[in-house]
C-alpha cells in the first residue's frame, strides 16, 4: 500500500513538471508489470515442484533413516541403494532451487536494469530538451529524481506480486487440508461418559474401513492416483456386552477383524451402523476428552517417542507426580530398568524406544496403562514380546490394572483366554462362536478344533513353558 502511494504522488508530481516525459515514464511502467505476471507463474510452478521433491526427500528420511529403517536397510544389505536414491532425491531439490534463485536473481537483475536504462532516457531527452531551451535544467534534475522514486515502488509491487503467486503455492496445499472433512468430529450436544466402573456394549456393528480418498490426498502422498480399495464390510453384526469385572477375549487368525473391533470403541474410527455404547453412552455422542480418559488402550506396537521415560509416561496423564510414575513402573516390573538408566526418568530412550529391548518397550506402554487407570481397559496383544517369565509378572500387574474394570483382551496368551468371562471366536468378521473356555471346548467347534490341534497330544503339558506360550501365541495370532 505505501509503495503504491508513493507512486501515485510521484506520478502527480512530474506530471505538474514535464507530461511529455511523465508519458515516457508511464509507457515503461506496463514493462514492470506484465513480466511480473509471467515470472510469479513460472516461479510458483517452480515452488510446487520443489515443495514436492522435498517432500518425497523428507518422506525418505524419515522412514529410511529412522533408527528401525536405518536397521532394517544394513540387515537386508541395501545402504548403497538407498544412499543412491537419496543422492538422486538430494540432487533434484538443489536443481529445483537453483534454477529458482536462478530465475528470481534474472528477474530482479532486469527491473533494476530497466529502470537504469529509463533514467537514461529520461537525462538524454531531458538535456537534450534543456540544451534546446525547451526545458529547464533544474526540471531534468528534478524529473530524475522523481523518477528514482518513481521505480522503487514499481519494483517493490512487482516483486510482491511474485511472492504473493509463488507463496500461493503452499496456501494451496494448506487449504486443501483443511477444506478435507474430518473422519471422527465431535458432536455438537456431546455428553461425558459417567464415571467411575462402566459397562461396554456392542450392539449389531458393521464396519468397513474408508478409502484412501477419504482420509488422504493425493497431493500428500508420492503417488500419482491414491489407492481406491475400501468400502467392503469387514465386520458384520457384531453384538456382546461386558459388565465392569468382566474380560471378554477375541480370539481368531489374522485378518479375521480382532484389532479392528478393538480399535472402535476409542473411536479410531467410527461404526458405518449399529452402536458401541461405553457407560450407556453411544461414543459418537461422547466427548473426546471424556471418552480418552475412560477407555485406555495398548497395542501390539505401542509408540513410544524420542523423549524422555518421564515424558512417555505422562502422556497418560500430565500431572503425574514421580512417586506415581515411580509405582506404575514398578507394577509394570520396569522399575528396576529404569533406575539403572544414566538418567532415570529423565534418560531419552530414541526414536519409538529403540535404546530399550523389545520387552522393555512393551512394558513402559502397559506402565503408561497403568498410571492412566482407565475405567475401561483395551489389550491388543499387550504381552506378546514378553518372555514367558516377563509375561506372567506382566500379567499379574495386567489383572491388577483389570480388577473392576471392563476389560476386551485380544488373545495371545492361552492364560489370558482361559480366564476371560466370554471368548469370542472371529473369522472373516463373524463372531462364529462364543462362550467360555469350557463351554467352547464342549461345543467341539471351532474353538475346540483350534484347542485340539495344539493339545491333542497329552504329553503337551511336558512341553518347556517358553516353548508351550510361543507356539499356541503364535497360533491365536
Partial sequence: VSSFVQLVLTLLVMGSLSWQVTLLTLVIVPIFLIPARYMGRRLAAMRREANDLNATMNDQMTERFNAGGATLVKLMGEPETEAGEFDIRADRVRDIGVRTGFTMGVFMSSLTLLSTLALAVVYGVGGWSALSGGLEAGSVVSLALLLTRLYAPLTTLSNARVEIMSAMVSFERVFEVLDLDPLIDEAPDAVDVPSGPVSVEYDDVRFSYPSAEKVSLASLEDVAVLDNRGGEEILHGIDFRAEPGEVIAL???????????????????????????????????????????????????????????????????????DAEIWDALRRARLLDTVDELPDGLDTVIGD?????????????????????????????????ALDSTNEAAIQEALNEAMAERTALVIAHRLSTVRAASEILVLEDGYVVERGTHTELLAADGRYAELYHVQFADESIAEIDADEFENEIGQYLD
Wanted: proline share 2%; glycine share 10%.
Fill in 352 to 384: 519409538r524406544g529403540y535404546r530399550l529391548s523389545g520387552g522393555e518397550r512393551q512394558r513402559l506402554t502397559i506402565a503408561r496403562l497403568l498410571l492412566q487407570s482407565p475405567a475401561v481397559v483395551v489389550l491388543d496383544e499387550a504381552t506378546s
Fill in 251 to 321: 480370539v481368531g487368525s489374522s485378518g479375521s477383524g480382532k484389532s479392528t473391533l478393538a480399535s472402535l470403541m476409542p473411536r479410531l474410527y467410527d461404526v458405518d451402523s449399529g452402536a458401541i455404547r461405553v457407560g450407556g453412552v453411544d461414543v459418537r455422542e461422547a466427548t473426546k476428552a471424556s471418552l480418552r480418559r475412560t477407555v485406555g488402550m495398548v497395542t501390539q506396537d505401542g509408540h513410544l517417542f524420542h523423549d524422555s521415560v518421564r515424558a512417555n509416561l505422562r502422556i497418560a496423564k500430565a500431572d503425574a507426580s
